[in-house]
C-alpha cells in the first residue's frame, strides 16, 4: 500500500484522515474531537485497536444508504455530516478522491473489506508509539495533516 492508500484508508474509516504528523496543529482539525469521543466507548481517553474496528464497521453501515454492501461516493458524501459531526471543508478530498486512493479492485465502490482493510493499516500508520492506541493528539495530528487534497 501507498503512503497516499494510507491517507485514504483513515479518511475513510473515520470520516476524516490521518496519519503521524511530526508538527501537530495549533488547534485541533474540525471533527476530530467528535469522531475520538466517539470512537472511545469506554472513555479512557485512548482508542483502541478494537473500539476503532467497531467504529469502521459502524461507518461503513452507516454510509451504504442501500444495503448492498457497496459504498459509493454518493452514499459516502451524503454520510459525511452524520458521521464526522461537521460539513466538509474546503480543500478536503472528495468522497470520490479517498474511495479511489483504497479502491483494490478499481470499481469506483468501496467493499467493507476494503474499507476495513485500509482503515487498520492507517490505524497501525497513526500510532506514533506503537502501544496499540490512538491519542487524541494522534488522531488530531492526522486529521489535520491528511484531509487536504494533494496531502501525500
Given at each position: 500500500?501507498?503512503?497516499?492508500?494510507?491517507?485514504?484508508?483513515?479518511?475513510?474509516a473515520?470520516?476524516?484522515?490521518g496519519?503521524?504528523?511530526?508538527?501537530?496543529?495549533?488547534?485541533?482539525?474540525?471533527?476530530?474531537d467528535?469522531?475520538?469521543k466517539?470512537?472511545d466507548?469506554?472513555?479512557d481517553?485512548?482508542?483502541?485497536?478494537a473500539?476503532?474496528?467497531?467504529a469502521?464497521?459502524?461507518?461503513?453501515?452507516?454510509?451504504?444508504?442501500?444495503?448492498?454492501?457497496?459504498?459509493?461516493?454518493?452514499?459516502m458524501?451524503?454520510?459525511?455530516?452524520?458521521i464526522?459531526?461537521?460539513?466538509?471543508?474546503?480543500?478536503?478530498?472528495s468522497?470520490?478522491?479517498?474511495i479511489k486512493?483504497?479502491?483494490?479492485?478499481?470499481?469506483g465502490?468501496?467493499?467493507?473489506?476494503?474499507?476495513?482493510?485500509?482503515?487498520k493499516?492507517?490505524?497501525?500508520?497513526?500510532?506514533?508509539?506503537?502501544?496499540?492506541?490512538?491519542?487524541?493528539?494522534?488522531?488530531?495530528?492526522?486529521?489535520?495533516?491528511k484531509m487536504?487534497?494533494?496531502?501525500?
Amino acid at each position: 500500500m501507498t503512503h497516499t492508500t494510507l491517507v485514504a484508508a483513515f479518511a475513510l474509516a473515520c470520516g476524516i484522515a490521518g496519519a503521524q504528523d511530526t508538527n501537530p496543529p495549533a488547534r485541533p482539525a474540525p471533527g476530530g474531537d467528535h469522531m475520538f469521543k466517539m470512537m472511545d466507548t469506554d472513555s479512557d481517553g485512548k482508542v483502541s485497536a478494537a473500539e476503532h474496528a467497531a467504529a469502521v464497521t459502524s461507518m461503513f453501515a452507516t454510509m451504504d444508504a442501500n444495503s448492498d454492501g457497496k459504498v459509493t461516493a454518493e452514499e459516502m458524501t451524503m454520510a459525511h455530516q452524520k458521521i464526522t459531526g461537521r460539513a466538509p471543508a474546503a480543500g478536503e478530498m472528495s468522497a470520490a478522491e479517498k474511495i479511489k486512493v483504497i479502491d483494490a479492485n478499481g470499481d469506483g465502490m468501496l467493499t467493507a473489506e476494503e474499507h476495513a482493510t485500509g482503515s487498520k493499516t492507517m490505524f497501525e500508520r497513526m500510532d506514533g508509539d506503537k502501544d496499540g492506541f490512538l491519542t487524541r493528539a494522534e488522531m488530531a495530528a492526522g486529521h489535520a495533516m491528511k484531509m487536504r487534497k494533494g496531502a501525500q
